[in-house]
C-alpha cells in the first residue's frame, strides 16, 4: 500500500541528496576533526564549511552556531546553562512550550530553585506581550525569556522581533525554540536580537541526530557536556560530521528553495481548508493555523466534529501518516497538552484533535485521499 505521508511537522523524509551527500561523507571523510592530519582537517573543513552556511543565513558569526544532537540537546543546553552560568532567576515562559524546553524549566526550577512564571493564553493559544513587558518591569530579577517561535501543535507564530525588542529593552535574555520554523521561514538575527535559538534537521528534510544551538557571543554561555573543547568548548565529544553534512546540505536547499516550497505548501494547506471545511460539517480549525499571516503554512490542527479516539490508527489501516493529539492507554480520547490549555471543556468533550503537517512533497491528491477516509470513517 502506498502511504501517505501527513505528518511533517513529526519529521520530514531524508531528501536523496541528503543522503548522497551523506554517504559521500561517510565512505571519504572519515577522520576525526580534531585530529591535526589532512584526514581530519578535511573533516573539520566540513564542519567549519556548514557552520559558516548557517551563520550566513541567519546573519550570525559562525561561532555562534554550536552543533548538537537535536533540537532538544539545544534547548536543554541552553536553558540550563542559562539558570547555571548567566544567573538567571526567574524564567517567563508558557505552558505550551514543547515537552523538551517545559521540562528543561521544571527541571531547574526544582534543581535550581528558578521562579518560574507561565504567561497566560487566550482561547487562540496567543501570549500577550504587554504582559510580558509587565512582568520585565514589575521585577530586576535576572531573567531568561523562553517562547517558541512556532507551536507545533497549533502552528501560531510568535511576533519574534517585537517580543526580542521587549526582552532587550528590560534586559532580559530571550530564548526561542525555533525548531518548527528553522530553514521554513526567513530567520536575520542581526535584526532580531534574540540571544538563543535551536534547530533539528529532521523537520526539513535532514537526518535525526543532528542539530544546532544558536547562542549569542556576548552572553558566554557554558557547558552542559564536559570533556574536549570541540564546539568552541560548548559542547564537547566528537562531532557527528556525517549528520552535520546532512544537516548542511537540508539547510541549504531549504533556504535556497524557500519562496517556491512555501507558495507550494500553502496552496496545499488552503486546499486542505478548502477541501475540509466543504466534506466535514462542523470541523474546527485550532489557534491560529489558517490564518497565512500569524501561522505556519506547514500544518493544520483540526477538531473533527466528533469523539473518535481510534482514528489515528483508522487512518493508519489506510496508509495515511497524521498525529492525533493522543489517546492514552485505556482508549479513552485524551487532549494533547496544548490543546488542552486552549479549548473549552466542552469541544474537548464533543471533538477529536487531529494534526495534518505538509512538506513541499505533499500533493493535492494526498488530501483527496485524507479527506475521503475522514468522511468514511466519520460515517459522512
Ligand atoms: N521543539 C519543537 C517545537 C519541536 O517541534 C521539536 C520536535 O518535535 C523539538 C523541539 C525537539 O526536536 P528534536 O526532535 O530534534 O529533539
Known amino acids: 500500500m502506498e502511504k501517505i505521508y501527513l505528518d511533517n511537522a513529526a ?11 551523506m554517504v559521500a561523507v561517510m565512505k571519504t571523510n572519515y577522520g576525526n576533526p580534531s585530529s591535526t592530519h589532512s584526514l581530519g582537517q578535511e573533516a573539520k573543513t566540513i564542519l567549519e564549511e556548514n557552520r559558516r552556511l548557517i551563520a550566513n543565513e541567519l546573519h550570525v558569526s559562525p561561532a555562534e552556531i554550536i552543533f548538537t544532537s537535536c533540537g532538544t ?8 546553562s542559562a539558570v547555571e552560568n548567566l544567573s538567571v532567576e526567574r524564567i517567563i515562559t508558557t ?13 531547574v526550577k526544582n534543581r535550581n530553585g528558578v521562579e518560574v512564571v507561565y504567561l497566560k493564553l487566550n482561547e487562540k493559544g496567543d501570549v500577550n506581550l504587554d504582559e510580558l513587558e509587565a512582568l520585565l518591569k514589575s521585577s530586576d530579577k535576572v531573567t531568561l525569556v523562553t517562547l517558541m517561535h512556532a507551536n507545533n501543535e497549533i502552528g501560531n507564530i510568535l511576533d519574534l522581533e517585537k517580543t526580542a525588542k521587549i526582552c532587550k529593552e528590560n534586559n532580559a535574555y530571550l530564548h526561542s525554540d525555533t525548531v518548527q520554523t528553522m530553514a521554513h521561514v526567513k530567520l536575520d538575527f542581526s535584526q532580531i536580537p534574540v540571544d538563543f535559538a535551536s534547530c533539528s534537521a529532521h523537520k526539513f528534510h535532514g537526518p535525526k541526530g543532528a542539530g544546532f544551538a544558536f547562542i549569542r ?9 564536559h570533556g574536549g573543547t570541540q564546539e568552541r568548548s560548548l559542547r564537547a565529544g566528537t562531532e557527528n560530521v556525517v549528520g552535520i553534512a546532512g544537516l548542511g546540505k537540508a539547510f541549504a536547499i531549504s533556504v535556497n528553495h524557500m519562496e517556491q516550497f512555501s507558495a507550494q505548501i500553502q496552496e496545499v494547506k488552503d486546499y486542505a481548508i478548502a477541501q475540509l471545511t466543504e466534506k466535514i460539517p462542523g470541523i474546527l480549525f485550532n489557534g491560529r ?3 497565512k499571516e500569524n501561522s505556519l ?4 490542527s483540526l477538531s473533527l466534529p466528533s469523539m473518535n479516539p481510534l482514528i489515528g490508527l483508522q487512518l ?7 498525529s492525533q493529539g493522543s489517546a492514552c492507554s485505556s482508549g479513552a480520547a485524551k487532549p494533547s497538552s496544548v490543546l488542552s490549555k486552549i479549548l473549552t471543556e466542552e469541544v474537548q468533550q464533543s471533538t477529536t484533535p487531529l494534526r495534518v503537517s505538509f512538506s513541499h512533497q505533499t500533493t493535492k491528491q494526498d488530501i483527496n485521499v485524507l479527506v475521503e477516509a475522514l468522511v468514511e470513517i466519520l460515517g459522512l
Open 11 to 21: 519529521t520530514t523524509p531524508i531528501l536523496d541528496e541528503v543522503i548522497d551527500a
Open 73 to 80: 540537546e539545544s534547548n536543554n543546553l541552553i536553558i540550563k
Open 95 to 107: 505552558e505550551i512550550e514543547h515537552k523538551c524546553v517545559y521540562e528543561a524549566v521544571l527541571e
Open 217 to 225: 557571543k556576548s552572553t558566554h554561555l557554558r557547558a552542559q557536556i
Open 289 to 291: 493555523c489558517t490564518e
Open 297 to 300: 503554512y506547514t500544518l493544520l
Open 316 to 322: 493508519d489501516i489506510k496508509g495515511i501518516a497524521v
